[in-house]
T-cell receptor, first 117, second 112 residues
C-alpha cells in the first residue's frame, strides 16, 4: 500500500513569490490534514478536509494560504505571496474515519521543506 | 486555550528505560496519541490511549489519566535507533469538529 506522498520535497522561493504544495493521501482515506512545523516548535494544525470539504480551517495563518482538495483525492496548499515567516516543513497526513483508534492513527507524508528568502 | 506540554529533551543510555510526560489542556478530549519523528523524516504513529490506563506495544507503552490531563510514553530497552523526537497529540474538538493538537516534541538522545 502506497503511503502519503508530498511534492516537492524541498522548495526555495523568494519573498513575494507563489508556491503550491501537493499531497496525495492514502487511497480511501477521507480525512486529509495539513500541518506546519517551524524548527524547534510544535507541529501546528492548519486545516482538515473530509473528502472535498473543508471541515476545519481554523489553523490557516491568513488569507495568503489557500488549500483545495478537488474530487476528494489529492490536495494542494498554495501560499501567495510568500513571506519569510512561512518557512518551515509542511506535512500532510491522512486517516480513516472520524472515531476510534483508526481516526487517531494519522499517516504522515515526508513533508515539504519550504524556505522563503 | 488548548495546549500540550512535554519536556524539550531527554537523554538516556542504551538498555535503559525512559519516560516522556505530556500534560494537556484542551476543549473536548477524544484520545492521546504518540508519534515518533526521526530527523528529516515523517512523524509515525506509535500508540493511542482513548481510556485511562496503560497500553503496551512491544518495547513501548503509553499511559493516560484523563482526570489528571496527563499521559506518558515509556520506552524500554532503549536502542540507538530510538533517538528521535517524540510528540504527544490530543484529539479535541473545536466548534464541533475534531482537531489534533500536537506538543512541541521531546528530543530523545540515546547514548552508547
Amino acid at each position: 500500500e502506497a503511503g502519503v506522498t508530498q511534492f516537492p520535497s524541498h522548495s526555495v522561493i523568494e519573498k513575494g513569490q507563489t508556491v503550491t504544495l501537493r499531497c496525495d493521501p492514502i487511497s480511501g482515506h477521507d480525512n486529509l490534514y495539513w500541518y506546519r512545523r517551524v524548527m524547534g516548535k510544535e507541529i501546528k494544525f492548519l486545516l482538515h478536509f473530509v473528502k472535498e470539504s473543508k471541515q476545519d480551517e481554523s489553523g490557516m495563518p491568513n488569507n495568503r494560504f489557500l488549500a483545495e482538495r478537488t474530487g476528494g483525492t489529492y490536495s494542494t496548499l498554495k501560499v501567495q505571496p510568500a513571506e519569510l515567516e512561512d518557512s518551515g516543513v509542511y506535512f500532510c497526513a491522512s486517516s480513516q474515519g472520524l472515531a476510534g483508534v483508526g481516526a487517531s492513527e494519522q499517516y504522515f507524508g515526508p513533508g515539504t521543506r519550504l524556505t522563503v528568502t | 486555550g488548548q495546549s500540550l506540554e512535554q519536556p524539550s529533551e531527554v537523554t538516556a543510555v542504551e538498555g535503559a528505560i525512559v519516560q516522556i510526560n505530556c500534560t494537556y489542556q484542551t476543549s473536548g478530549f477524544y484520545g492521546l496519541s504518540w508519534y515518533q519523528q526521526h530527523d528529516g523524516g515523517a512523524p509515525t504513529f506509535l500508540s493511542y490511549n482513548g481510556l485511562d490506563g496503560l497500553e503496551e506495544t512491544g518495547r513501548f507503552s503509553s499511559f493516560l489519566s484523563r482526570s489528571d490531563s496527563y499521559g506518558y510514553l515509556l520506552l524500554q530497552e532503549l536502542q540507538m535507533k530510538d533517538s528521535a523526537s517524540y510528540f504527544c497529540a490530543v484529539r479535541g474538538t473545536t466548534s464541533g469538529t475534531y482537531k489534533y493538537i500536537f506538543g512541541t516534541g521531546t528530543r530523545l538522545k540515546v547514548l552508547a
